[in-house]
């Protein structure tokens, strides 16, 4: 037997020969047998199921003749068995860079000859180009050489991978499992999107279901398994591992490369807040400091002052929570409880019924029909015109203003935002109020008799002048541009009349099944007709008076990207774009001459921002009040159809109809693109400039948004079902998977 030169690091007797048995391996030779089998090694030596394997160290790697004597020898040590022969790269598995997929893997291997041919596969993986640009990128040229690892074929019954620490949100206690039936390479090498378990204090919850691969038992003793590795190995981990006759396996574990911290949702003051109801419909992403602090704060003020005046109650503070950068809406001007209500009542409301009657009654859902017309009327004689006649005056001096003649055409729009956005919670805002009634009326009386959904009777209903032009937003934070910035496609005149005249004539056939089915009752059939005609009268004037809501969003971009210049020239900031990471008060300072350089503060602030949009914000944080779980209660049994399981993702359905097809994560104007026709639109919310998509979209869903929002509202003049509110589709849903949406009950499962 031939004696190899090799490191003095080689400690073992065996290594001799030029292979090591796997369960003498530890991380005291990560530098010889590389990050996959030390690791492996080490747990092996710890007592964890770990199929019986070897390594080929990475200096014998090239040299044949002294490898083929190794593998000879150590096959002769595991049997008659197929093998998988996997590389553990020296570079791999680092804490930075995993090198998951760069290197070889060979299953289902048997007899001498062929694992030399995989073992030369593992060996030439080495120096494959998307290997080196994959070490230049992201380990500094590292890669080196690759050891081997070879070890007992597992017929597993199902596979998967798991995670100690939930990889997105960083949350420590949440382990995450994935599972498909058969071999793990189906999962592992994206060929197909497995279950989906998230495991919480011993407790396992399934949120997608694909294969029915494992049980909740099996997913908490998996996510045990991972932790346990993590205890072992001082760090989150990510683990392979594999179900055979009963008994789990672990093939793999490497460290969780990029965990981010883990995201505290505690409220910073008491209370509860929701991120879906008022701006929050429109904000898809974290705020940026300068949005948050200049124009929310200012808009916000306002519309408590003018709608704390009709019911002489002045709004609780704070009106708003950022928590990890996600904007959420104090709730605390509800009343926690029956009593508190009829304090409320009695107290203020009551004595400004008999004052206000008119204003008053907008805060009461089932007597708003009363004010509405007073809140029309106002929109169409004074709030617009005035709105438009501001944004006109600012166009015209925003070129030419000085930075302190900028900050105050900001700051008049900016309140003049809040007076506009005033008027959409009482005019929009009513159509939901509307569409409520005709829900739970056709649920009770025409449900049981036709089927369908409601919202049948609501599709296909045009603005008058809805048209949005430039001022159109990406999204309603400052940061995004608007339509007028960027070059979106739009649809075709002829296929939008197209469009137009099938969903009439749909809407026209679920209005004939309703009359016909309540013929022989008069006063319901009367009753369905006064429902019917207020939701359908207010459901086009939503979406035309939301769509002048940012008619000032350019000419105030236009005005920040002058004070951006500005502030580069101060050398505040190296550039105009790095103002909206700047906070309303420094921005005053740097205009002011104080001697402020925030570059690289605003770089941090950036990158954290960028960071945070991968997080997967809850939509409602703190504590609920009891009436409030009972009227979102009531809500969603109203506008949901019966029937129907709890899915991959749930939501609030916002328009009926059912479709199926690949699911597209969208989350800004960066991936547009990646939506092809058939797709399912997956966003974090929608706005105005989002609408050209819904031409091509089978279906949207997205993670905020109720039955009152943009995306509800264009879907159904699209006629393509929309589930919206889900919270986190877009982080549990898997970008190409297949899904299908019932946008009638509200649920999102696998094809």
């Known amino acids: 037997m031939t004696t190899l030169n090799r490191p003095d690091c080689s400690r073992r007797v065996m290594a001799v020969h030029g292979w090591l048995p796997l369960s003498d391996v530890g991380l005291e030779q990560i530098r010889e047998v590389g990050g996959k089998a030390a690791r492996l090694g080490e747990l092996a030596r710890a007592g964890f199921r770990v199929p019986d394997g070897f390594v080929l160290p990475a200096w014998i790697a090239g040299r044949d003749r002294e490898a083929a004597e190794a593998i000879q020898i150590a096959l002769g040590t595991l049997g008659e068995s197929r093998v998988a022969v996997r590389s553990s ?125 494992i049980d909740a038992a099996q997913a908490v003793a998996i996510a045990n398994l991972a932790r346990k590795a993590e205890t072992r190995l001082g760090g989150p981990q990510d683990i392979e591992w594999a179900i055979a006759d009963g008994e ?276 319901l059939l009367a009753k369905f007709e006064r429902l019917l005609a207020v939701a359908q009268r207010f459901q086009p004037l939503r979406e035309e008076q939301l769509s002048y809501m940012t008619l000032a969003w350019p000419v105030m971009r236009r005005g920040l990207r002058r004070i951006g210049l500005q502030l580069v020239d101060a050398g505040v900031i190296e550039t105009p774009e790095q103002v909206y990471f700047l906070d309303h008060q420094e921005v005053n300072r740097g205009l002011a001459g104080d001697p402020l350089v925030l570059n690289t503060e605003a770089r941090r602030r950036r990158r954290n921002w960028q960071r945070q949009r991968r997080l997967a914000a809850p939509l409602i944080i703190g504590q609920v009040p009891r009436l409030y779980v009972k009227l979102l209660a ?15 993702v749930s939501g609030v359905p916002a328009s009926p109809g059912r479709a199926h097809g690949p699911a597209r994560i969208i989350r800004g104007l960066e991936d547009f693109g990646r939506l092809q026709p058939g797709d399912v639109l997956v966003a974090p919310a929608t706005t105005p400039a989002w609408s050209a998509l819904f031409a091509q979209a089978a279906a949207v869903v997205t993670d905020t948004g109720g039955v009152g929002s943009h995306c509800s509202q264009v879907a159904r003049e699209y006629g393509i079902p929309a589930v919206v509110g889900t919270g986190d589709a877009t982080t549990r849903l898997r970008d190409g998977e297949l899904v299908v949406v019932d946008g009638a009950t509200g649920v999102v499962d696998m094809v």
Not at 383 to 392: D, E, G, N, T
Not at 634 to 648: H, I, M, N
């Open 248 to 523: 789990l396996h672990l093939l793999q574990s490497r460290p969780i490369t990029a965990l981010p911290e883990p995201a505290s949702w505690l409220p910073t003051v008491p209370g509860c807040y929701v991120r879906n109801f008022r701006l929050g419909e429109w904000l898809g992403d974290p705020v940026t400091p300068l949005f948050e602090s200049w124009l929310v704060d200012r808009l916000e003020q306002r519309f408590h002052e003018l709608q704390g005046g009709w019911i002489g109650m002045p709004w609780r503070k704070p009106a708003h929570l950022v928590v990890n950068g996600w904007y959420f809406y104090s709730m605390d001007m509800l009343p926690g409880t029956a009593l508190e209500a009829v304090r409320f009542l009695l107290r203020r409301l009551i004595p400004n019924l008999l004052t206000r009657p008119r204003r008053a009654v907008m805060v009461i859902p089932p007597l708003a029909h009363f004010g509405v017309d007073l809140f029309l009327k106002e929109w169409r004689e004074d709030v617009l015109p005035k709105h438009r006649a501001l944004v006109a005056e600012a166009a015209g001096m925003v070129d030419s203003g000085s930075p302190e003649q900028l900050v105050e055409m900001i700051d008049r729009l900016a309140t003049d935002a809040g007076d506009y956005f005033t008027s959409i919670t009482a005019v929009a805002g009513f159509a939901w109020k509307a569409e409520v009634p005709l829900a739970s009326f056709y649920r009770r009386h025409l449900y049981p008799l036709i089927g369908g959904s409601y919202a049948e009777l609501l599709q296909g209903l045009y603005a008058a002048d809805a048209s949005s032009g430039g001022h159109a937003v990406l999204g309603l934070d400052w940061f995004h541009p608007t339509l007028s910035e960027v070059d979106i496609s739009r649809e075709s005149p002829l296929s939008m009349a197209m469009r137009e005249d099938r969903l009439t004539a749909s809407r026209q056939a679920a209005e004939s099944r309703a009359r016909a089915a309540l013929a022989g009752r008069p006063r």
């Open 89 to 213: 790269g020296l570079a791999e598995d680092l804490d930075d860079a995993s090198f998951a997929g760069q290197y070889e893997t060979v299953l289902d291997v048997e007899g001498f000859e062929d694992v030399m041919v995989a073992t030369r596969r593992c060996w030439d993986s080495a120096s494959a180009d998307h290997v080196r640009t994959y070490s230049s990128q992201r380990a500094g040229s590292q890669a080196g050489a690759v050891a081997v690892l070879i070890q007992k074929m597992v017929d597993a019954s199902a596979a998967g991978v798991a995670y100690s620490a939930n990889p997105v949100t960083g949350d420590r206690e949440e382990a995450i499992v994935n599972a498909v039936r058969g071999l793990g390479e189906r999962l592992v090498s994206g060929q197909r999107d497995g279950d989906e378990w998230i495991v919480r204090e011993g407790s396992a919850s399934q949120m997608r279901r694909a294969e029915g691969a």
């Open 634 to 648: 009531r809500f969603e049994r109203s506008v949901r159809v019966p029937g129907g399981g709890p899915g991959v």
